[in-house]
């Protein structure tokens, strides 16, 4: 319920009241109540631009945040969330404070970066349950240090502040807020703290200790390497967080990784970007490599990489996919970390010790049974099997870790794991789960992942289920009844995440025995990463495919990639990648059909789609509103607003 206009609320309002809050970061501030009982995520949700919610999911769709006391229960959805934060401090279009129902490192994360390096900042304070219902009762409020005095307006709070006698409490201070938390550091944390390290090691140390004393961590914890999701241009705001880290001496103290990037490095004034986008996203790039991150990674699939992490390794890595792929399928361990943090903790080389980093946090609480479903449908779906499953499993999950069990006596690649993976991390808030029989934490059977405990609850997953999560996906098919035929697809989009190279093997070989050529209104486009490239190269896929017409796009991948890569001219395109076919309608504004690999292929020959399996239709009057609940669709704005920052 949204609680952002007087015309909305109780039509008896209550006498204004005084609120004590935990400052996350202090301040000051004083303006209208902007209230919402539904998270937000400011990456996807919030116009970085004008300060507008554009998430049309959101209650408070097409509201300005900008001003207001923004009262909001918690983040959700991307990472990146701390980027559009910066953005807006820096553009002056930020709440003037936000009031929060639990702490949230990745929503404070952007202010603290302002404050930290910027000397911008806004109070953010946590109200826990009762508090933050309490001040969705206000239209106005004022904030000052651990302290919110909320009335029916301006007038009412300024008679209550007069009437209080005694002065509010002053904001707390970064350094006070450090000094007063659980957060204990080693000798050589508090010198690099303290500018033994050289300043950027200051900076980033300090970021990092700020940010895990909102996550309540009693210390940090060593890691062996980091893949920074942060090198991704959103605004010029990120460009001076990384080129000031890097003028202040920054070097990664581990090593380090890069996300795909928001262009092709080598070809992207040939594939027609516009030096808006290109020249500062490159710049993006070259800050990180400066700080000694690898040339040889940006990529969305770190894990293909020969520097993959191994079992039990503490690591720090952004990006959902890789993290979901890291925690679940390597037995490495990672939280989803907020955007500018990864390259902190790769500076100082120390992660928060908390989260999934615990042994106790990775145990299963749900069981996930697919086999009933698998048993019906499995032979019916080929290589789309698992990230239609990953979807729906995501959805089921939510914040839980579940272990996904009937599976047991089915070999499941690498290939498909990595697709359940990037499908399961689309919708799921949670940074991972096990497969029994299959991830190294639920081997030999579920109870491992259960650690001897029974589950909060076991759900079946039926073949409408799988149907719903399916056509959620398939989201261009205008209805069962149209006629495939007349549903014409002009681009196939291949790798999202990037190809591996057995996927590379798998894809020269249908278009190899392909009966036909690509049909002149189609193009095929497959992004992956430059180590994976070489090894297709060398093993003669990359020829095949390329003479038959499939164009390779290295350093980036299809949750960047807009105009002129998508044709200008085109209406739909068809994937296999279920991370892409639920991000795709709000980056490119087309029509996506989702469908196996072979099927793409297909419809690189026919410029049409083949239809989904029979059994969806089958489904049909089954299936639940995927596409409408807020699970599934809370990055759809995120790729809109992508689109639309990009292109400017």
């Not at 009241?17 to 202090?26: D, N, S, T």
């Not at 037995?331 to 615990?358: E, F, S, W």
């Amino acid at each position: 319920r949204t609680l952002s206009r007087r015309s909305q609320r109780d039509t008896m309002a209550p006498r204004a009241e005084e609120l004590a809050g935990q400052e996350l970061v202090g301040g000051a501030a004083e303006g209208e109540i902007l209230h919402t009982d539904v998270g937000l995520s400011f990456w996807g949700g919030v116009d970085p631009l004008d300060g507008t919610v554009i998430d049309h999911t959101h209650p408070l769709h097409r509201q300005c945040i900008s001003g207001k006391v923004l009262a909001v229960p918690n983040g959700r959805g991307s990472c990146t969330g701390s980027q559009v934060i910066l953005e807006l401090i820096l553009n002056g279009i930020a709440p003037a404070a936000m009031l929060l129902r639990q702490p949230d490192a990745i929503l404070s994360l952007g202010v603290i970066v302002a404050e930290e390096l910027f000397g911008k900042s806004i109070p953010i304070l946590n109200l826990g349950v009762e508090g933050f219902a309490a001040v969705g009762k206000h239209a106005h409020a004022k904030v000052q240090g651990t302290v919110v005095l909320a009335g029916a307006d301006a007038a009412e709070v300024e008679a209550m502040g007069v009437a209080r006698g005694a002065a509010l409490p002053a904001a707390t201070t970064p350094d006070e807020l450090l000094a007063t938390s659980r957060l204990q550091l080693t000798d050589e944390e508090r010198d690099m703290l303290g500018g033994g390290g050289g300043k950027a090691a200051a900076v980033a140390m300090r970021i990092l200790a700020r940010a895990a004393t909102i996550d309540g961590a009693p210390n940090l914890l060593p890691i062996t390497q980091a893949h920074i999701d942060g090198c991704t241009y959103i605004g010029p705001g990120g460009l001076r967080f990384a080129q000031t880290l890097a003028s202040l001496g920054g070097r990664v103290a581990v090593p380090t990784t890069l996300n795909s990037n928001s262009v092709d490095r080598r070809r992207w004034q040939a594939l027609g970007v516009s030096p808006s986008l290109g020249d500062p996203a490159f710049a993006l790039g070259d800050a990180y490599l400066a700080m000694g991150c690898s040339d040889r990674s940006f990529t969305c699939a770190p894990y293909l990489l020969d520097s993959a992490p191994g079992l039990g390794e503490q690591i720090a890595w952004g990006e959902s996919n890789a993290v979901v792929f890291a925690n679940s399928v390597l037995g490495a361990r990672t939280q989803k970390y907020a955007d500018y943090l990864d390259i902190c903790m790769a500076i100082t080389g120390r992660a928060p010790n908390g989260g999934v980093h615990l042994d106790e946090n990775r145990v299963a609480t749900v069981v996930l049974d697919a086999g009933p479903l698998a048993a019906a449908l499995d032979a019916t779906c080929a290589d789309a099997f698992f990230p239609a499953l990953g979807y729906l499993c995501g959805l089921r999950s939510e914040a839980r870790v579940p272990v996904v069990v009937g599976l047991e006596g089915r070999a499941v690649s690498r290939d498909e794991l990595k697709a359940f993976s990037a499908a399961f991390g689309s919708t799921a808030s949670v940074a991972m789960f096990h497969m029994a029989g299959h991830t190294p934490e639920a081997m030999p059977d579920k109870e491992a992942a259960l650690g001897g405990r029974e589950p909060a609850v076991t759900i079946e997953l039926t073949p409408a289920d799988l149907a719903g999560a399916w056509r959620a996906l398939d989201s261009g098919r205008a209805s069962d009844a149209a006629a495939d035929a007349a549903d014409p697809v002009q681009l196939v989009a291949l790798g999202n995440p990037h190809l591996s190279l057995s996927e590379c093997e798998t894809l020269a070989g249908l278009c190899a025995n392909s009966a036909a050529p690509i049909h002149a209104d189609v193009s095929v486009v497959a992004t992956l990463g430059r180590q994976v490239y070489d090894e297709a190269t060398a093993a003669g896929h990359v020829r095949v495919l390329e003479d038959f017409g499939v164009q390779f796009v290295n350093d980036t991948c299809w949750c960047m990639l807009t105009e002129p890569v998508v044709p200008v001219a085109s209406d739909a395109l068809i994937t296999n990648s279920a991370k892409y076919a639920h991000y795709a309608p709000g980056l490119v504004n087309r029509r996506v059909r989702f469908n196996t690999m072979a099927a793409c292929v297909e419809a690189a020959t026919t410029a049409r789609a083949a239809p989904p399996p029979s059994w969806v239709a089958l489904h049909g009057q089954q299936r639940r509103s995927y596409a409408t609940s807020a699970a599934a669709a809370r990055f759809v704005p995120l790729l809109r607003m992508a689109s639309r920052v990009l292109r400017r």
